[in-house]
């Protein structure tokens, strides 16, 4: 909050990682805070930056800052050193180059008028002072045609001279270089013009995050809302032609609000800045949020009562959201990982002068119109170690954790120095409210994966394979291992483990499942009170017979979670993640890199490889590969054919295409799980029927969804109930007829699917 005592346009200097700010206050100014559109504004900063050198931001404060970036200081820094050229520089501000004395009384009045032009008008605005200029040149051409005497025209002369002079000086700024093209209907005094060079990035004195509010001159990709709790942002997408960069362009829905408004959030937020939250209030920060929410909503309605303000109980409730963002929260990083369809927010150093940066579901790699400040990302850095409990500091440069707020919850990386040594930053990977599904990866916006593909990995991990999903890093490795957890039957116990949560947990205890989280010690964190990795999987291993869930692998756990498939492989699913490009670059890792045994490695029955394909300037997430590691081999997988392709994509056609050895029932991890069952044991054709069928039953939810055009039906909600219903048909028929009958479980299947379609249509 600006200081009371604070007079009209006085201003600071700080340095804010690599930049010199010049913040100015106008609070008790009577003329608005403006370059653009103040004359008054324009000329006091330029007197202001006289005073002041290597300024490269410029900061002007009433109720909202307004910051002018480097760029356009540097045009307000040219145009001022030019004025103290022209103010000080004794050929313009005296008029010794009349050579008569009487012809000094001839152009008095006119030089008067010059004077004014450089001393004033051109600080205030120097785009009319040029034109003035221009036209004061005309003028004096003119006069000079019509003196007779020699002497007096010689000092004409001279004194056009030096106007033409100080004219081709005015015509070299950058500034009027840059208006020059707007002028076809400029008229001299009219200020709009300025506002196609100059647009400041705009935030509330509540707001610690800066905002640029101004459209670009791009072309609208897209436009959509979405709801951030009791608050409706507007999104807004613009690609450019000259440009390959995308901007998603966010207004908050505390920019709609009026200015009492605005400072009645002022005034609330600086109350309630008062109350530091204890590091114990951060152990339950849902609760807190709850707390801190009331008490600001509370808080809200006295100070409105006190300003005799009626607010709408909705404005309370959206003032409130506001005050707890600014306060306790996270900012517009709460409001960007609510929008649905970002998936990472991504936050740089040095901060103050970069945007943050989002990858978005529909258009990729983003930059925004959020600015955060050095003192926005500090608290960020304060809020995440008392959240986490875990330290960020010169000891302990990286930090991962989870972000957990109603709406949304993402996994968060931070880094400090000495490892990052220009400053913060952060990475927020955002999870879906429910996990992705077998069906969602069908949609044809999506496509990650192909029915044949989904009906594979169904009958694969209904018959307990250990699977490892490999991939590059934002490839969907997670979200796929999320997608596993959908296909497992909800009577089956099951353990995830993790050092930072990102599998869906809750959600799928809210839909019925036996889950169990544990949670262990970072690979990247230091020794402390945290489990370590490899001692939270062998536990798994005493808690009963359990499908097991490892977030990722990445050190020496990776020995315990093979020990975990040896000794489940029989029984249950075990699946986990890595970072590899190829089922031998999971072989190296493990084997060469972390230490596995080789013949702890055979404990993998399938490895699917995820990883982004690129299309001209955007990226799609697709499944490459589904390879088996077969048993038979004793010092080198590759050589000695250990991984057999059972699905390839194909880049040309974008679909995952079957190999010769699927086709053809090469599969010994099949075989293996059909011995095992009685109605496929020895029938290659019944288990590639079975792995049809699966693959039948999850295009027919797709078809259900494009004709009903719900989107629920694709979510885990349904796709479980679904799950659940084509194992009740199949049981069903089985026990009737004795065999797995894929064309009547089919029929059955798609008859519920039609009831339910019904059902949702009324």
């Not at 990682?17 to 900063?45: A, D, Q």
């Not at 809210?510 to 402390?528: F, I, Q, T």
């Not at 081999?633 to 010769?660: C, H, I």
């Not at 109930?721 to 009547?744: C, P, Q, Y």
């Amino acid at each position: 909050m600006v200081d009371e005592e604070k007079n009209c346009f006085d201003f600071e200097t700080y340095h804010e990682g690599e930049n010199k700010v010049l913040k100015i206050y106008l609070e008790k100014c009577t003329f608005p805070p403006s370059i653009e559109y103040s004359e008054l504004c324009m000329g006091k900063v330029i007197e202001t930056l006289l005073q002041n050198s290597g300024i490269t931001t410029l900061i002007l404060s009433q109720q909202r800052e307004y910051e002018y970036d480097y760029s356009q200081v540097k045009l307000l820094m040219e145009l001022m050193m030019l004025y103290r050229k022209l103010n000080k520089d004794e050929r313009y501000v005296h008029a010794q180059m009349v050579v008569d004395p009487e012809h000094e009384q001839y152009i008095r009045a006119t030089y008067t008028q010059f004077q004014g032009i450089i001393s004033k008008k051109f600080k205030e605005d120097p785009l009319a002072a040029y034109i003035e200029l221009k036209r004061l040149e005309k003028r004096e051409s003119i006069k000079l045609d019509n003196i007779l005497e020699e002497r007096h025209k010689s000092s004409q002369s001279l004194f056009l001279q030096m106007l033409r002079e100080v004219i081709a000086l005015v015509e070299g700024l950058m500034l009027i270089k840059m208006l020059m093209p707007h002028t076809k209907e400029y008229i001299v005094g009219q200020r709009e013009i300025y506002a196609n060079v100059f647009h400041p990035i705009t935030r509330p004195d509540f707001m610690y995050t800066k905002l640029l509010l101004e459209f670009p001159d791009g072309d609208l990709a897209e436009s959509y809302s979405f709801n951030a709790g009791v608050d409706q942002c507007q999104v807004n997408i613009f690609n450019f032609d000259d440009d390959v960069k995308i901007l998603y362009h966010l207004t908050p829905p505390e920019f709609k609000f009026e200015e009492e408004l605005y400072e009645l959030l002022d005034d609330a937020k600086r109350i309630m800045s008062e109350h530091k939250p204890a590091k114990e209030e951060f152990v339950d920060p849902q609760r807190m949020r709850e707390v801190f929410f009331n008490i600001g909503k509370d808080l809200l309605v006295d100070l409105a009562q006190h300003k005799d303000l009626r607010v709408e109980e909705e404005k309370i409730d959206q003032l409130a959201q506001a005050l707890l963002r600014y306060t306790v929260g996270f900012g517009l990083i709460e409001l960007l990982l609510a929008d649905p369809k970002v998936q990472d927010v991504n936050v740089n150093s040095p901060n103050g002068g970069l945007p943050i940066f989002i990858v978005h579901q529909d258009y990729g790699d983003c930059y925004t119109n959020v600015y955060p400040t050095r003192l926005e990302v500090e608290s960020w850095a304060t809020k995440l170690r008392l959240i986490s409990g875990r330290p960020l500091d010169e000891a302990n440069p990286i930090l991962d954790t989870e972000l957990k707020v109603s709406g949304f919850s993402s996994r968060v990386a931070a880094l400090t120095a000495p490892l990052n040594p220009s400053g913060l930053a952060f990475s927020f990977r955002r999870h879906r409210d429910y996990p992705w599904t077998f069906p969602l990866y069908l949609q044809p916006k999506v496509k990650m994966m192909n029915p044949l593909c989904a009906g594979l990995l169904s009958f694969l991990i209904d018959n307990n394979a250990t699977i490892l999903i490999a991939g590059t890093r934002s490839s969907g490795k997670s979200s796929l291992l999320g997608s596993f957890l959908v296909e497992i039957m909800r009577k089956s116990r099951i353990i995830t483990i993790e050092d930072t949560f990102e599998l869906p947990q809750e959600s799928l205890r809210d839909l019925g499942y036996n889950l169990e989280s544990l949670k262990v010690a970072s690979a990247l964190s230091a020794p402390g009170s945290e489990v370590d990795a490899s001692i939270g999987i062998r536990s798994t291993l005493r808690l009963g017979d359990s499908a097991i869930f490892v977030g990722e692998v990445r050190s020496k756990e990776a020995v315990a979670l093979f020990e975990a498939m040896r000794v489940g492989a029989a029984a249950n699913v075990v699946a986990g993640t890595i970072h590899a490009d190829s089922p031998y670059g999971v072989y190296d890792r493990v084997v060469n890199d972390i230490g596995v045994p080789k013949t702890s490695f055979k404990a993998i029955d399938i490895i699917v490889i995820v990883n982004p394909v690129i299309s001209g300037l955007r990226k799609f997430k697709r499944i490459l590969r589904v390879t088996e590691i077969r048993k038979e081999w004793d010092e080198d997988p590759l050589k000695e054919g250990a991984f057999v392709d059972l699905m390839v994509y194909n880049s040309k056609t974008d679909q995952l295409e079957v190999t010769d050895e699927l086709r053809n029932g090469n599969s010994d991890i099949l075989k293996r799980m059909a011995g095992r069952v009685k109605e496929f044991a020895g029938d290659w054709d019944a288990v590639w029927e079975n792995i049809q069928l699966r693959a039948d039953c999850k295009q027919a939810i797709v078809d259900l969804f494009a004709s009903l055009e719900e989107s629920n039906v694709l979510e885990a909600g349904f796709i479980v109930k679904a799950n659940d219903r084509f194992h009740l048909i199949a049981d069903k028929i089985k026990e009737k007829t004795g065999r797995v009958e894929s064309a009547s479980i089919l029929f059955e299947y798609k008859e519920w699917l039609k009831k339910e379609g019904r059902i949702r249509k009324k």
